[in-house]
């Protein structure tokens, strides 16, 4: 009985994180933009140069799923995020997704209600 309800449970949860990330990528068709949430001072992840362009790993990722997404990878707004702001923004919907320094644990899997899709970076910790 237990092993139902967990299961079912799972199930539910999965079938809800879909329609969201579904809702997700409609919203942004409907703008034709994608909202990108990321760190500014981490060279070679994502920082805007001097001239304002944005380069880095974590920016090219970014431009990656406008791409699929959109057709066009530079259909894409960088949003400079904190580490105290970056997870209000995605729950809030400022930005669609962050593509940053966050370390994926299991209270923010649980507590935050967000979808860590996969870990992209691994630093040793």
Not at 25 to 38: M, N, Y
Not at 53 to 68: M, P
């Amino acid at each position: 009985m237990k092993k139902s309800v967990f299961f079912g449970a799972l199930a539910a949860t999965t079938l809800v994180a879909g329609m969201a990330s579904a809702a997700t990528i409609d919203d942004v068709k409907a703008r034709g933009e994608l909202l990108c949430g990321s760190s500014t001072g981490l060279t070679g992840f994502g920082a805007p140069d001097a001239s304002g362009n944005w380069t880095g790993f974590d920016v090219d990722l970014c431009r990656a799923i406008a791409a699929a997404v959109l057709g066009d990878a530079t259909k894409v707004k960088f949003v400079p995020l904190t580490g105290e702001t970056r997870f209000t923004a995605l729950q809030s919907g400022e930005v669609d997704l962050l593509a940053r320094n966050s370390t994926w644990t299991m209270s923010r899997d649980s507590e935050l209600a967000l979808d860590f899709v996969a870990v992209n970076y691994y630093d040793g910790q």
